[in-house]
């Protein structure tokens, strides 16, 4: 591939993401989103990451299906503003009402903007787009920023797609996501956001 090809393939693929328009115009387009996702959290006392992955499932404009697959089967749902959480204990599954679920709708919340494209609307972060298709958001008080540093996400190629979130506690302890196997705008059935099967 000549210079001339990399330089037009480099506009195709890094133009949406190069303002806040852009990304909200790109993200206009989506109407769903399918992907699978590896989870590694780090942390300064542990020698390797804790991992995990799953599926999630976006369908605009408000809908979501985050599902860890392995090693600790649960679900999180979220439809029309209602957030569940399932978990799987042998062969069944529990609805988990417990007192970190008003923290879980908070992170669910947020990923719904970002599928919406709407990265700079949450007043409790500061957003940055970088080149390269790059969005750094940190907070604005100091008491969310003792529990999160900053967040890292990174663009896909793909117009409206997220290759990457890395959530930085401190300089030691972050995880990172990456999303694989996307598919986009293909059907999908709205009972999947519904219950946990």
């Known amino acids: 591939m000549g210079p001339t090809a990399l330089v037009v393939l480099g506009l195709v693929t890094t133009g949406w ?12 387009d989506i109407q ?5 996702f590896t989870q590694e959290k780090h942390l300064q006392i542990l020698s390797r990451p804790l991992q995990s992955h799953g599926r999630l499932i976006f369908a605009a404009p408000d809908r979501l299906r985050w599902e860890y697959q392995a090693p600790l089967p649960s679900v999180l749902l979220m439809d029309e503003g ?27 919340q947020e990923i719904g903007r970002w599928m919406n494209g709407r990265f700079d609307e949450n007043p409790d972060f500061e957003a940055r787009l970088e080149p390269g298709g790059k969005i750094v958001l940190t907070p ?13 996400l990174q663009l896909a190629e793909t117009p409206g797609v997220i290759d990457s ?33």
Do not use: C
């Open 17 to 28: 993401s190069s303002s806040w328009d852009s990304i909200r115009a790109a993200a206009r």
């Open 32 to 36: 769903s989103i399918q992907a699978a």
């Open 82 to 108: 209602r957030i569940q959480r399932f978990v799987k204990t042998g062969d069944s599954w529990t609805e988990d009402a417990s007192a970190a679920l008003p923290a879980m709708s908070f992170v669910m």
């Open 140 to 152: 604005r008080q100091a008491a969310l920023a003792t529990v999160i540093q900053k967040i890292v």
């Open 165 to 197: 979130v890395n959530v930085y506690e401190d300089d030691h302890n972050f995880t990172q996501l990456h999303f694989k196997e996307v598919a986009v705008n293909q059907p999908i059935d709205p009972a999947l956001f519904k219950h946990h099967s």
